[in-house]
Protein backbone atom coordinates (compact mmCIF):
# COMPACT_ATOMS: atom_id res chain seq x y z
CA UNK A 1 0.00 0.00 0.00
CA UNK A 2 1.43 3.19 -1.24
CA UNK A 3 1.92 6.05 1.77
CA UNK A 4 -0.62 8.56 -0.06
CA UNK A 5 -3.55 5.64 -0.14
CA UNK A 6 -2.92 4.81 3.44
CA UNK A 7 -3.37 8.35 4.21
CA UNK A 8 -6.52 8.57 2.22
CA UNK A 9 -7.82 5.73 4.17
CA UNK A 10 -7.16 7.06 7.49
CA UNK A 11 -8.27 10.08 6.65
CA UNK A 12 -12.05 8.78 6.05
CA UNK A 13 -11.18 5.85 8.00
CA UNK A 14 -14.22 4.19 9.40
CA UNK A 15 -14.69 -0.13 10.53
CA UNK A 16 -18.15 -0.26 9.26
CA UNK A 17 -16.82 0.31 5.45
CA UNK A 18 -12.87 -0.60 4.92
CA UNK A 19 -11.87 -1.17 1.27
CA UNK A 20 -10.48 -4.27 0.54
CA UNK A 21 -6.73 -2.93 0.13
CA UNK A 22 -7.32 -2.32 4.01
CA UNK A 23 -7.51 -6.20 4.77
CA UNK A 24 -5.01 -7.14 2.35
CA UNK A 25 -2.56 -4.87 4.44
CA UNK A 26 -3.89 -2.69 7.29
CA UNK A 27 -0.98 -1.58 8.99
CA UNK A 28 0.45 1.30 6.70
CA UNK A 29 -3.32 2.92 7.81
CA UNK A 30 -2.97 2.10 11.43
CA UNK A 31 0.68 3.69 11.29
CA UNK A 32 -0.99 6.74 10.47
CA UNK A 33 -3.45 6.84 12.71
CA UNK A 34 -1.21 6.22 15.22
CA UNK A 35 0.95 9.16 14.42
CA UNK A 36 -1.38 11.64 13.35
CA UNK A 37 -5.09 10.69 15.47
CA UNK A 38 -4.10 8.32 18.10
CA UNK A 39 -7.49 8.41 19.65
CA UNK A 40 -9.36 8.54 16.43
CA UNK A 41 -12.88 9.54 16.57
CA UNK A 42 -15.04 7.30 14.09
CA UNK A 43 -17.88 8.45 12.10
CA UNK A 44 -20.39 6.40 14.66
CA UNK A 45 -18.91 8.38 17.97
CA UNK A 46 -16.63 5.55 18.90
CA UNK A 47 -12.69 5.87 19.48
CA UNK A 48 -10.21 3.95 17.92
CA UNK A 49 -7.20 3.46 19.69
CA UNK A 50 -3.79 2.40 18.29
CA UNK A 51 -0.98 3.26 20.72
CA UNK A 52 0.49 0.77 23.18
CA UNK A 53 0.66 3.22 25.67
CA UNK A 54 -3.24 4.27 25.47
CA UNK A 55 -4.42 0.38 25.14
CA UNK A 56 -2.54 -0.86 28.24
CA UNK A 57 -4.18 2.78 29.98
CA UNK A 58 -7.85 0.96 29.18
CA UNK A 59 -6.75 -2.59 29.86
CA UNK A 60 -5.40 -2.15 33.51
CA UNK A 61 -8.33 -0.15 34.37
CA UNK A 62 -11.62 -2.26 34.63
CA UNK A 63 -13.05 0.09 37.25
CA UNK A 64 -13.34 2.61 33.81
CA UNK A 65 -13.80 0.39 31.44
CA UNK A 66 -16.28 -1.96 30.94
CA UNK A 67 -16.46 -5.50 28.97
CA UNK A 68 -20.29 -6.10 28.99
CA UNK A 69 -21.09 -5.50 25.91
CA UNK A 70 -25.51 -5.47 26.04
CA UNK A 71 -25.70 -1.43 25.41
CA UNK A 72 -23.39 -2.35 22.07
CA UNK A 73 -25.30 -5.15 20.95
CA UNK A 74 -28.61 -5.30 21.31
CA UNK A 75 -28.83 -2.78 18.27
CA UNK A 76 -26.48 -5.03 16.34
CA UNK A 77 -27.95 -8.25 17.20
CA UNK A 78 -31.74 -7.29 18.44
CA UNK A 79 -31.58 -7.93 22.17
CA UNK A 80 -32.56 -11.71 22.82
CA UNK A 81 -31.68 -12.88 19.49
CA UNK A 82 -29.53 -16.22 20.12
CA UNK A 83 -26.10 -13.40 19.13
CA UNK A 84 -27.16 -11.25 21.77
CA UNK A 85 -27.38 -13.39 24.21
CA UNK A 86 -23.92 -15.44 23.63
CA UNK A 87 -21.80 -12.79 23.09
CA UNK A 88 -23.40 -10.78 26.33
CA UNK A 89 -22.99 -13.72 28.34
CA UNK A 90 -19.28 -15.25 27.64
CA UNK A 91 -16.39 -14.91 29.32
CA UNK A 92 -14.76 -12.20 26.73
CA UNK A 93 -17.72 -9.44 26.84
CA UNK A 94 -18.52 -9.68 30.90
CA UNK A 95 -17.46 -8.09 34.00
CA UNK A 96 -17.42 -9.51 37.23
CA UNK A 97 -18.72 -10.82 39.29
CA UNK A 98 -19.66 -13.29 36.02
CA UNK A 99 -15.86 -12.82 35.02
CA UNK A 100 -14.50 -13.67 37.91
CA UNK A 101 -16.62 -16.81 38.70
CA UNK A 102 -16.35 -17.97 35.05
CA UNK A 103 -12.81 -17.26 34.68
CA UNK A 104 -12.36 -19.05 38.37
CA UNK A 105 -13.67 -21.97 36.84
CA UNK A 106 -11.80 -22.18 34.12
CA UNK A 107 -8.08 -21.20 34.92
CA UNK A 108 -9.02 -24.13 37.65
CA UNK A 109 -8.69 -27.08 34.47
CA UNK A 110 -6.17 -24.90 32.66
CA UNK A 111 -3.44 -25.74 35.30
CA UNK A 112 0.40 -25.82 34.41
CA UNK A 113 -0.05 -29.34 35.15
CA UNK A 114 -3.04 -30.36 33.26
CA UNK A 115 -1.27 -28.33 29.98
CA UNK A 116 1.76 -30.09 30.10
CA UNK A 117 -0.26 -32.87 30.32
CA UNK A 118 -1.81 -32.23 27.05
CA UNK A 119 1.39 -32.14 25.00
CA UNK A 120 1.81 -35.84 24.16
CA UNK A 121 -1.55 -36.23 22.48
CA UNK A 122 -0.88 -32.76 20.86
CA UNK A 123 2.20 -34.31 19.68
CA UNK A 124 0.43 -37.45 18.55
CA UNK A 125 -2.50 -35.05 16.55
CA UNK A 126 0.56 -33.00 14.71
CA UNK A 127 2.71 -35.93 13.59
CA UNK A 128 -0.55 -37.34 12.26
CA UNK A 129 -1.58 -34.28 9.92
CA UNK A 130 2.34 -34.24 8.99
CA UNK A 131 2.04 -37.50 7.84
CA UNK A 132 -1.00 -36.86 5.97
CA UNK A 133 0.80 -33.96 4.41
CA UNK A 134 4.03 -35.93 3.50
CA UNK A 135 1.85 -38.95 1.73
CA UNK A 136 0.10 -35.73 -0.53
CA UNK A 137 3.60 -34.08 -1.03
CA UNK A 138 1.40 -30.81 0.29
CA UNK A 139 -1.57 -29.49 0.82
CA UNK A 140 -3.54 -26.15 2.15
CA UNK A 141 -1.95 -24.87 5.86
CA UNK A 142 -5.20 -23.86 6.83
CA UNK A 143 -7.31 -26.48 6.14
CA UNK A 144 -4.75 -29.38 6.34
CA UNK A 145 -3.32 -28.65 9.53
CA UNK A 146 -3.94 -25.21 11.38
CA UNK A 147 -7.70 -25.28 11.45
CA UNK A 148 -7.54 -29.01 12.64
CA UNK A 149 -5.15 -28.40 15.84
CA UNK A 150 -7.03 -26.47 17.85
CA UNK A 151 -10.62 -27.78 17.21
CA UNK A 152 -9.12 -30.80 18.23
CA UNK A 153 -7.48 -29.81 21.80
CA UNK A 154 -10.48 -27.70 23.10
CA UNK A 155 -13.07 -30.40 21.56
CA UNK A 156 -10.57 -32.49 24.19
CA UNK A 157 -10.84 -30.55 26.93
CA UNK A 158 -14.16 -30.50 26.79
CA UNK A 159 -14.32 -33.78 26.57
CA UNK A 160 -16.60 -33.51 22.84
CA UNK A 161 -16.97 -36.94 21.31
CA UNK A 162 -14.96 -36.83 18.08
CA UNK A 163 -17.80 -38.31 15.96
CA UNK A 164 -19.54 -34.53 16.75
CA UNK A 165 -16.76 -32.14 16.17
CA UNK A 166 -17.41 -31.85 12.32
CA UNK A 167 -19.83 -28.91 12.60
CA UNK A 168 -17.27 -26.73 14.93
CA UNK A 169 -14.91 -25.29 12.94
CA UNK A 170 -18.32 -23.81 10.62
CA UNK A 171 -20.04 -22.61 13.63
CA UNK A 172 -17.43 -21.00 15.62
CA UNK A 173 -16.19 -19.23 12.63
CA UNK A 174 -19.75 -18.22 11.85
CA UNK A 175 -20.39 -16.77 15.32
CA UNK A 176 -17.17 -14.68 15.44
CA UNK A 177 -17.81 -13.43 11.89
CA UNK A 178 -20.65 -12.07 13.68
CA UNK A 179 -18.35 -9.86 15.56
CA UNK A 180 -17.12 -7.97 12.28
CA UNK A 181 -17.72 -4.24 12.56
CA UNK A 182 -20.22 -4.83 9.15
CA UNK A 183 -22.49 -7.28 8.71
CA UNK A 184 -23.95 -8.54 5.49
CA UNK A 185 -27.69 -9.61 6.18
CA UNK A 186 -26.50 -13.03 5.54
CA UNK A 187 -23.43 -13.49 7.84
CA UNK A 188 -25.96 -12.00 10.57
CA UNK A 189 -28.30 -15.04 9.48
CA UNK A 190 -25.66 -17.67 9.38
CA UNK A 191 -24.42 -16.43 13.10
CA UNK A 192 -27.88 -16.62 14.24
CA UNK A 193 -28.57 -20.08 13.19
CA UNK A 194 -24.53 -21.37 14.16
CA UNK A 195 -25.59 -19.87 17.73
CA UNK A 196 -28.97 -21.97 17.95
CA UNK A 197 -27.76 -25.03 16.35
CA UNK A 198 -24.57 -24.79 18.65
CA UNK A 199 -26.73 -24.38 21.86
CA UNK A 200 -29.07 -27.37 20.95
CA UNK A 201 -26.18 -29.54 20.62
CA UNK A 202 -24.16 -28.66 23.91
CA UNK A 203 -27.47 -28.72 25.44
CA UNK A 204 -27.13 -32.66 24.77
CA UNK A 205 -23.30 -32.65 25.50
CA UNK A 206 -24.20 -31.22 29.23
CA UNK A 207 -27.18 -33.66 29.91
CA UNK A 208 -25.02 -36.57 29.40
CA UNK A 209 -21.73 -35.16 31.50
CA UNK A 210 -24.32 -34.41 34.37
CA UNK A 211 -25.32 -38.29 33.91
CA UNK A 212 -21.38 -39.33 33.81
CA UNK A 213 -18.88 -36.67 34.56
CA UNK A 214 -15.47 -36.35 34.01
CA UNK A 215 -12.45 -36.10 35.90
CA UNK A 216 -12.89 -32.31 36.46
CA UNK A 217 -8.92 -31.87 36.90
CA UNK A 218 -8.75 -32.71 33.14
CA UNK A 219 -12.61 -31.92 31.29
CA UNK A 220 -13.20 -28.23 32.14
CA UNK A 221 -16.81 -28.99 31.06
CA UNK A 222 -17.14 -31.34 34.24
CA UNK A 223 -15.63 -28.42 36.66
CA UNK A 224 -18.09 -25.74 34.83
CA UNK A 225 -20.87 -28.16 35.41
CA UNK A 226 -19.85 -28.87 39.16
CA UNK A 227 -18.60 -25.27 39.79
CA UNK A 228 -16.16 -24.83 42.62
CA UNK A 229 -16.36 -26.29 46.42
CA UNK A 230 -17.11 -22.38 47.44
CA UNK A 231 -20.19 -22.68 45.68
CA UNK A 232 -19.37 -20.48 42.33
CA UNK A 233 -21.51 -22.49 40.17
CA UNK A 234 -22.88 -21.14 36.75
CA UNK A 235 -26.57 -21.10 35.83
CA UNK A 236 -27.61 -22.92 32.71
CA UNK A 237 -27.29 -20.09 29.94
CA UNK A 238 -24.34 -18.96 31.74
CA UNK A 239 -22.32 -22.76 31.16
CA UNK A 240 -23.72 -23.31 27.96
CA UNK A 241 -23.09 -20.15 26.56
CA UNK A 242 -19.19 -20.05 27.95
CA UNK A 243 -18.74 -23.72 26.38
CA UNK A 244 -19.61 -21.62 23.07
CA UNK A 245 -17.22 -19.32 24.25
CA UNK A 246 -14.07 -21.64 25.09
CA UNK A 247 -14.28 -23.71 21.65
CA UNK A 248 -14.57 -20.63 19.54
CA UNK A 249 -11.78 -18.83 21.34
CA UNK A 250 -9.42 -21.88 21.44
CA UNK A 251 -10.11 -21.97 18.06
CA UNK A 252 -10.11 -18.77 15.61
CA UNK A 253 -7.30 -17.40 17.21
CA UNK A 254 -4.98 -20.20 17.25
CA UNK A 255 -5.93 -21.45 14.16
CA UNK A 256 -4.59 -17.95 12.50
CA UNK A 257 -1.19 -17.94 14.95
CA UNK A 258 -0.17 -21.46 13.04
CA UNK A 259 -1.45 -20.22 9.46
CA UNK A 260 0.01 -16.59 9.57
CA UNK A 261 3.49 -18.14 11.03
CA UNK A 262 4.20 -20.89 8.66
CA UNK A 263 3.33 -18.07 6.36
CA UNK A 264 5.47 -15.06 7.48
CA UNK A 265 8.23 -17.56 7.27
CA UNK A 266 7.66 -17.70 3.21
CA UNK A 267 7.92 -13.73 3.52
CA UNK A 268 10.62 -13.59 5.72
CA UNK A 269 13.32 -16.39 4.06
CA UNK A 270 15.92 -14.76 6.49
CA UNK A 271 14.15 -15.47 9.79
CA UNK A 272 13.13 -18.88 8.39
CA UNK A 273 16.50 -19.85 7.71
CA UNK A 274 17.90 -18.17 11.32
CA UNK A 275 14.78 -20.25 13.40
CA UNK A 276 15.95 -23.53 11.58
CA UNK A 277 19.60 -23.05 12.35
CA UNK A 278 18.36 -22.45 16.02
CA UNK A 279 16.21 -25.51 15.99
CA UNK A 280 19.40 -27.61 14.57
CA UNK A 281 21.32 -26.63 17.81
CA UNK A 282 18.71 -27.73 19.99
CA UNK A 283 17.92 -31.28 18.64
CA UNK A 284 18.92 -32.26 21.84
CA UNK A 285 18.48 -29.84 24.36
CA UNK A 286 14.09 -29.98 24.68
CA UNK A 287 14.59 -26.79 27.04
CA UNK A 288 16.41 -25.35 24.37
CA UNK A 289 13.65 -25.66 21.58
CA UNK A 290 11.12 -24.87 24.11
CA UNK A 291 12.62 -21.77 24.59
CA UNK A 292 13.62 -20.96 20.94
CA UNK A 293 9.79 -21.53 19.22
CA UNK A 294 8.04 -19.92 22.27
CA UNK A 295 10.02 -16.94 21.88
CA UNK A 296 9.44 -16.89 18.55
CA UNK A 297 5.55 -17.41 18.77
CA UNK A 298 5.60 -14.57 20.99
CA UNK A 299 7.36 -12.25 17.92
CA UNK A 300 4.84 -13.98 15.28
CA UNK A 301 1.91 -12.95 17.74
CA UNK A 302 3.01 -9.14 18.12
CA UNK A 303 3.98 -9.14 14.24
CA UNK A 304 0.85 -10.15 13.11
CA UNK A 305 -1.46 -10.45 15.81
CA UNK A 306 -4.25 -13.38 15.40
CA UNK A 307 -7.03 -10.71 17.30
CA UNK A 308 -6.32 -7.01 15.81
CA UNK A 309 -9.46 -5.50 17.80
CA UNK A 310 -11.01 -5.63 21.35
CA UNK A 311 -13.72 -3.12 22.67
CA UNK A 312 -14.71 -1.33 25.77
CA UNK A 313 -17.09 1.07 27.40
CA UNK A 314 -16.16 3.82 29.48
CA UNK A 315 -18.07 3.77 32.81
CA UNK A 316 -16.96 7.17 33.93
CA UNK A 317 -15.82 10.53 32.30
CA UNK A 318 -12.05 9.69 31.63
CA UNK A 319 -9.30 10.83 29.42
CA UNK A 320 -7.45 8.07 27.50
CA UNK A 321 -4.36 9.57 25.27
CA UNK A 322 -5.17 13.54 25.94
CA UNK A 323 -8.43 13.02 24.80
CA UNK A 324 -11.42 13.02 27.24
CA UNK A 325 -13.95 10.70 26.77
CA UNK A 326 -17.50 11.06 27.95
CA UNK A 327 -19.77 8.14 30.16
CA UNK A 328 -20.62 5.39 28.02
CA UNK A 329 -18.37 5.99 25.26
CA UNK A 330 -17.34 3.50 23.36
CA UNK A 331 -13.44 2.74 22.37
CA UNK A 332 -11.95 0.05 20.04
CA UNK A 333 -8.56 -1.26 20.77
CA UNK A 334 -6.37 -2.04 17.90
CA UNK A 335 -3.99 -4.65 19.32
CA UNK A 336 -2.76 -4.86 15.72
CA UNK A 337 -1.56 -1.05 15.50
CA UNK A 338 -0.64 -1.34 19.64
CA UNK A 339 1.85 -4.31 18.33
CA UNK A 340 3.67 -2.29 16.44
CA UNK A 341 3.80 0.72 17.74
CA UNK A 342 7.86 1.89 17.39
CA UNK A 343 7.27 3.87 20.99
CA UNK A 344 7.20 0.10 22.15
CA UNK A 345 9.02 -1.67 19.71
CA UNK A 346 12.20 -1.03 17.93
CA UNK A 347 11.56 -1.48 14.00
CA UNK A 348 8.13 -2.99 14.70
CA UNK A 349 6.90 -3.75 10.88
CA UNK A 350 10.02 -5.83 10.60
CA UNK A 351 9.83 -9.98 11.83
CA UNK A 352 12.57 -10.03 14.45
CA UNK A 353 12.53 -14.00 15.74
CA UNK A 354 15.26 -12.50 18.27
CA UNK A 355 13.60 -9.66 19.12
CA UNK A 356 14.41 -8.80 22.96
CA UNK A 357 10.73 -7.06 23.60
CA UNK A 358 8.03 -9.12 22.71
CA UNK A 359 5.50 -7.45 25.34
CA UNK A 360 3.01 -7.84 23.19
CA UNK A 361 -1.26 -7.24 23.59
CA UNK A 362 -2.68 -9.70 21.43
CA UNK A 363 -3.50 -11.85 24.43
CA UNK A 364 -4.77 -8.83 25.82
CA UNK A 365 -3.97 -7.55 29.57
CA UNK A 366 -5.27 -7.06 33.13
CA UNK A 367 -8.47 -9.09 34.39
CA UNK A 368 -9.19 -10.07 30.97
CA UNK A 369 -5.83 -11.77 29.55
CA UNK A 370 -6.59 -14.37 27.67
CA UNK A 371 -6.99 -17.52 30.04
CA UNK A 372 -5.97 -20.19 27.32
CA UNK A 373 -2.26 -18.08 26.41
CA UNK A 374 -0.44 -20.86 27.48
CA UNK A 375 -2.05 -23.21 25.67
CA UNK A 376 -2.08 -21.40 22.94
CA UNK A 377 1.48 -20.85 23.42
CA UNK A 378 2.15 -24.55 23.74
CA UNK A 379 -0.03 -25.54 20.61
CA UNK A 380 1.70 -23.13 18.61
CA UNK A 381 5.41 -23.94 19.58
CA UNK A 382 4.61 -27.89 18.68
CA UNK A 383 2.58 -27.13 15.80
CA UNK A 384 5.45 -24.80 14.23
CA UNK A 385 8.62 -26.85 15.40
CA UNK A 386 7.42 -30.06 14.10
CA UNK A 387 6.15 -28.20 10.67
CA UNK A 388 9.27 -27.29 10.16
CA UNK A 389 11.83 -29.98 11.14
CA UNK A 390 9.64 -32.27 9.10
CA UNK A 391 9.52 -30.32 6.16
CA UNK A 392 12.09 -27.03 6.43
CA UNK A 393 11.94 -26.52 2.44
CA UNK A 394 8.34 -26.23 2.41
CA UNK A 395 6.91 -23.76 -0.13
CA UNK A 396 3.73 -22.05 -0.94
CA UNK A 397 2.55 -23.06 -3.95
CA UNK A 398 -0.36 -20.07 -5.14
CA UNK A 399 -0.47 -17.03 -3.38
CA UNK A 400 -2.78 -17.11 0.05
CA UNK A 401 -5.81 -16.25 0.32
CA UNK A 402 -6.64 -14.20 3.51
CA UNK A 403 -10.11 -14.02 5.75
CA UNK A 404 -10.96 -10.13 4.62
CA UNK A 405 -11.82 -9.50 8.26
CA UNK A 406 -10.66 -6.71 10.41
CA UNK A 407 -10.97 -8.21 14.12
CA UNK A 408 -9.90 -11.81 13.14
CA UNK A 409 -6.76 -11.90 11.04
CA UNK A 410 -5.74 -15.11 9.19
CA UNK A 411 -6.13 -16.95 6.10
CA UNK A 412 -8.74 -19.08 4.57
CA UNK A 413 -6.49 -20.67 2.26
CA UNK A 414 -2.78 -21.08 2.09
CA UNK A 415 -1.95 -23.84 -0.31
CA UNK A 416 1.78 -25.49 -0.36
CA UNK A 417 4.02 -28.18 -1.34
CA UNK A 418 6.93 -30.16 0.62
CA UNK A 419 7.84 -32.50 -2.72
Excluded at 263 to 282: C, D, H, I, M, Y
Excluded at 323 to 338: D, E, H, N, P, S
Amino acid sequence: MSADRAREIAAGFDLRALPPDFYANPYPVYAVLRETEPVKRLPDGAYFLTRHADLVTVYRDARYFSSDKQVEYAPKYGAGSPLFEHHTTSLVFSDPPLHTRVRGLIMGALTRRAIADMEPGLVTLVDQLLDRVEERGGGDLIEDFASAIPVEIIGNLLDVPHADRAPLRGWSLAILGALEPALTPDQLALGQRSVTEFLAYLQQLVAARRQHPGDPARDVLTRLILGEADGAQLSETELLQNCIFLLNAGHETTTNLIGNSLVALQEWPGEKSRLLFNLKQTIANPPGEEAVLTHAVDEFLRFESSNQLGNRRALARCEVGGTVLQVGALVTLCIGAANRDPAQFAAPDVLDLTREDTRHLAFGFGIHQCAGLSLARLEGRVAIGRFLRRFPHYRLSAPPTRGGRARFRGFLRAPFSVA
